[in-house]
C-alpha cells in the first residue's frame, strides 16, 4: 500500500461514479461525458443494469480504445459496473423506457420511476467497494444526495437539461406562475392564456397549455419537486451545455439561484462513437443514409427525428407526410419502428418514396449525429430535446421546433427566441406520448421549412446564426475553451476536497 508521502507526490487518480437514469437521452450524454473526464486522467464507473449496460457497451469501448492510442500515457479506463434491474414487475428485458410503447399505460412509467428508487441498495454496495470520490447522478435519483452523503461522497446533479430549461423549471417550481403571476381578470382554464415566468434575464412567456401545470398533473409535479429538493442539497450540477451559448443563464443560475454549475459540453463534440452512439447495430442502414445523402447538394436536407420517446397519432404523421411532400425539399425522416404506414401514409406518399431521390426513411434507431454532420444537411425538424438541441447546435443546423412535453417547450424557446436559430411549428399542448396532441397541418409543416431552408432574410439570419453558434461550441470544448476549463476547475476541486482530509480514504481505495 502507498505511504502518505507516495499518495501525495503521485495521488491516485479522481474516481468518478456516473450514475445515469434508464433512457438514451441520460445514457448517451453520460458515457460522453465519462470519457471525457477519463481523458483527462479520471477513473470512471458508470453504474447500470444489463440491457442498458449492452446500449452503452460500444460506445464505452470505442471511448477506452482512443484513450489507449493517444500519445501521451493512456488515460484511466471508463468501466461498466453492472447490477441487475431491479424487481419491479416489468416484463424481462424492460430496462429502458424506449422500449415503452403508448400501449403500455402510465403505469409502466411509474415501474420506472420504481426501478429507480431500488437501485439505492447496488448503489451502496458500489460505494463501500470501491469509495469513489465523486458521483455524478441523475436528477430522477433523489435518494442519492443523502446516500452519497452517508458514504462521505459529493452528489453531482446531471439531468440533461440546458441551464435555461433548468432556470425555468425552477421558477415554475419555486412560483407556480399559472397559480400566482396571472390577472386577476384571467380565466384560469383559458389555455390560450400567456403565463409569464417572472425573473427570467429575458421575457418568458408560454400558453397555459405548454407548462406542466400542476392542477392537470399532481404526480409529476411531487415527482419535479422532490428531485429538485434533493438537487439544492448537492454539491452542483453537471451541464451538458457550454458557456457560451447561455451566458445569461449561467449567471442567473449561479447567482440569483444560488446553485453550483459547471457547463462541459457539447458532449457529442468529445464523442468517438458517432456511428453507434446509443444504438447496438444497423451499420447498414448508417452506410445507405449516408451514401442517398452523399448525392444531394450541400443543404439541401432536412432531417426529421423526435428522440426517443415521442409518438405521432396517424392523424399527426399524415400531415407531416403531406408536409415534407410539399415542402419540395429532400428529407430524411425517423420514424418509431412498428408504425403501420396503412394507417397514416396519404395518398401519393407511397410513390414518392418508391422515386427514391426524395426521401429516406429509417424505421427505428438513427445514426443522428453523423446525419447531422453531414454537409447534405440543411435543416432539422426537433421534438427539441436537449440532446438533439445541442447535436444540432454543435453540427451548425439551424430547427423547426416542435415541442411535445418535459422540458422541451423551454428548449423551444431558448431555441427560437433567445438564440435564434429556429422556426416554432406552432405546438401549443403539452402532452405525454399516451396523450391527444393538435394535429398540425401540412401546409404549416411546409411553410416552417421553407422558412428555415429557403433562402430569405430570415432564412440565412437562422442559419447563419446557427453556423456561428457551432464555432463557439467547438472552441468551447477544445483546450483553454470554456467547457475545457470547467472540466478541469471540477475534477481540481473534487482532487482538493480530497486531500484536505481524506489521505486515508485514498489509501484503502488502492487496497
Ligand atoms: N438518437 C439517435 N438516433 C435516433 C434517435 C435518437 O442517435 O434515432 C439520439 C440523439 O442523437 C440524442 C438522443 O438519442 O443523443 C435523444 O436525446 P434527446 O434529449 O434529444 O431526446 P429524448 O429522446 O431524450 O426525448
Known amino acids: 500500500m502507498a505511504t502518505r508521502d507516495e499518495q501525495r507526490q503521485h495521488p491516485l487518480p479522481l474516481h468518478i461514479l ?16 465519462a470519457a471525457i473526464f477519463s481523458a483527462r486522467g479520471a477513473r470512471c464507473a458508470i453504474l447500470t443494469t444489463p440491457v442498458n449496460a449492452d446500449i452503452i457497451r460500444p460506445a464505452v469501448d470505442r471511448a477506452n480504445d482512443s484513450n489507449c492510442h493517444g500519445t501521451d500515457a493512456p488515460s484511466p479506463a471508463v468501466d461498466i459496473s453492472v447490477v441487475p434491474f431491479p424487481d419491479v414487475g416489468l416484463p424481462p428485458g424492460m430496462e429502458n423506457l424506449m422500449s415503452l410503447t403508448p400501449a403500455h ?23 463501500t467497494a470501491n469509495r469513489p470520490d465523486a458521483v455524478v447522478s441523475d436528477s430522477f435519483f433523489s435518494w442519492s444526495p443523502d446516500a452519497a452523503a452517508e458514504h462521505g461522497v459529493p452528489r453531482l446533479v446531471f439531468l440533461g437539461s440546458s ?73 452542483g450540477e453537471v451541464f451538458n451545455s457550454f458557456h457560451e451559448l447561455e451566458p445569461d443563464y449561467v449567471e442567473h443560475f449561479r447567482t440569483t439561484l444560488g446553485r453550483r454549475a459547471w457547463l462541459v ?34 443543404g439541401s436536407v432536412v432531417y426529421v427525428s423526435f428522440g426517443t420517446f415521442t409518438s405521432f397519432l396517424p392523424a399527426e404523421l399524415r400531415e407531416l407526410a403531406r408536409g415534407l411532400d410539399l415542402s419540395g425539399k429532400d428529407f430524411v425522416w425517423v420514424i418509431s419502428s412498428g408504425t403501420d404506414g396503412s394507417e397514416w401514409m396519404p395518398e401519393g406518399f407511397a410513390e414518392l418514396m418508391a422515386r427514391g431521390d426524395r426521401g429516406f426513411i ?13 454537409p447534405a444537411l440543411g435543416g432539422f425538424m426537433t421534438h427539441c430535446g436537449w440532446n438533439s438541441a445541442l447535436e444540432a447546435v454543435s ?7 416542435w415541442p411535445r412535453y418535459a422540458d422541451q ?30 394535429v398540425i397541418g401540412g401546409e404549416v409543416i411546409a411553410g416552417c421549412i421553407g422558412r428555415l431552408m429557403g433562402s430569405s432574410e430570415e432564412g440565412d439570419a437562422l442559419r447563419k446564426k446557427a453556423k456561428d ?43
Not at 474 to 480: D, F, I, Q, V, Y
Open 105 to 127: 399505460g402510465a403505469d409502466y412509467n411509474f415501474k420506472f420511476i420504481q426501478a429507480a428508487q431500488l437501485l439505492r441498495e447496488p448503489f451502496d454496495r458500489f460505494m
Open 395 to 401: 453540427a451548425g443546423v439551424a430547427m423547426v421546433t
Open 409 to 438: 417547450f423551454y428548449n423551444e424557446k431558448l431555441i427560437v427566441e433567445v438564440l435564434r436559430v429556429g422556426v416554432s411549428i406552432g405546438a401549443k399542448d403539452y402532452a405525454s406520448p399516451r396523450e391527444t396532441h393538435a
Open 469 to 511: 453558434l457551432s464555432v463557439k461550441a467547438r472552441s468551447a470544448m477544445e483546450k483553454g475553451g470554456s467547457s475545457y476549463d470547467d472540466v478541469g476547475r471540477l475534477m481540481d476541486e473534487l482532487m482538493a476536497r480530497r486531500s484536505s482530509g481524506e489521505v486515508t480514504r485514498a489509501a484503502s481505495f488502492e487496497a
Open 18 to 33: 456516473f450514475l445515469p437514469f434508464f433512457a438514451p437521452g441520460h445514457l448517451i450524454p453520460v458515457v460522453d461525458m
Open 362 to 374: 429509417i424505421r427505428g434507431w438513427a445514426p443522428q449525429t453523423l446525419i447531422l454532420n453531414h
Open 163 to 235: 441551464v435555461f430549461a433548468r432556470c425555468c423549471s425552477e421558477t415554475m417550481l419555486r412560483t407556480n406562475p399559472p397559480e400566482t403571476t396571472t390577472n386577476p381578470d384571467d380565466d384560469p382554464d383559458d389555455d390560450a392564456r400567456l403565463v409569464s415566468l417572472p425573473g427570467l434575464p429575458h421575457r418568458v412567456q408560454l400558453r397555459q397549455s405548454q407548462m406542466m401545470d400542476p392542477r392537470k398533473r399532481p404526480a409529476m409535479w411531487a415527482f419535479h419537486k422532490e428531485n429538485d429538493a434533493a438537487d439544492q442539497r448537492s454539491f
Open 265 to 298: 459540453g457539447p458532449v457529442v463534440l468529445a464523442s468517438k462513437d458517432m456511428a453507434k452512439r446509443g444504438s447496438t447495430d444497423k451499420a447498414h442502414v448508417t452506410d445507405d443514409c449516408l451514401r442517398w445523402l452523399d448525392a444531394k447538394p450541400a
